[in-house]
């Protein structure tokens, strides 16, 4: 009784309030959306790469974290048992989602066998693996597109109505991947070259920071309650959460660590930090983003 009445008092205060927070997808069991769209965004970027170096072991990875971010959207449906709504992907980008996680989920077990089991029913030449294949490739786009249009499609919030977040979400989905690959190299266990991985990193990176100042630039000079958002995120509730994990973690060491690189090896542990420190900063971009959303004022504002 006492959450409840908690959160009833919240609620209160919230719309009192002239700019009113968004804590649905943030706050309690909203945090494990966030955590949805982090991994699933992280498996696309892992699957993508671990294709384009031939690197089994990355996909299988990407498919297990793929499973775990399907868990977490299970977790943060209030009634998880109805799951199989989610299909009307119609006029909503969530369903579209879920479908993309469940063609990824199908096409790589159709796809992986092969690689990991000579005396799999099927060969990796064979029509199933080819089709779960391309049944992967879909999904994964799917997954690296859906959740900036989650949030650019939602009205409500000024904020998240930018053509340009769909466009961070995907570069951030590719550097978690490419990171996912270089924690797997520091861990002894990739074969593709941090020669390849590295300078891809960094320039996915750099890329990264550009457009998130460019995206906090545009929507500083937008409504209202877009600019309020910007200020809860340089300078209110996402303030410490975005300088710490967005831009010194996520930002500053990897491209800091990465221009060194770029003049001299570094060792398997820098890899490890590097790569840490990009996943962490994907997840931070995600969540401060979410935090810092602001509703458009229920009532007019009054004059001043």
Known sequence: ???????????????????????????????????????????AGTWFFSLLF???????????LAAVSGLAH???????????KMWRARNSWIARGFIGLTL?????????????????????????????YAISVAGMVILLLYKGFVYASSKGIPFWTSPILPALYVA?????????????????????????????????GLSAAVMVLF???????????????????????????????????????????GL???TGSLSLATLALVALASVVGDFFIKYTIAKAGIYIPLRPRSPR
């Open 1 to 43: 009784m006492a959450i409840a009445s908690g959160r009833y008092e919240q609620l209160i205060q919230d719309l009192r309030a002239e700019y009113r927070p968004q804590r649905e997808w943030i706050e309690r069991q909203g945090l494990f959306l966030i955590v949805g769209h982090f991994l699933s965004g992280v498996a």
């Open 54 to 64: 031939g690197f089994a072991p990355g996909l299988a990875a990407a498919y297990v």
């Open 74 to 84: 299970l977790v943060f449906l209030g009634r998880p048992e109805r799951f199989w």
């Open 104 to 132: 990824f989920m199908l096409g790589g077990l159709l796809y992986l066998p092969p690689l990991f089991h000579p005396d799999a029913p099927w060969s990796g030449d064979s029509w199933i693996a080819r089709s779960g």
């Open 172 to 204: 951030y989905a590719l550097r978690g991947g490419v990171a996912t690959l270089l924690l797997m190299f520091a861990w002894g266990g990739n074969t593709v070259s941090p020669e390849r991985l590295g300078p891809l990193e960094l320039w996915i």
């Open 215 to 257: 995206y906090l630039g545009v929507m500083s000079g937008a409504d209202p309650v877009a600019r309020r958002s910007v200020y809860e995120l340089v300078r209110g509730r996402a303030a410490v959460p975005f300088y710490l994990g967005t831009l010194v973690v996520g930002l500053v060491i990897p491209i800091a660590f």
């Open 260 to 262: 060194a690189g770029v």
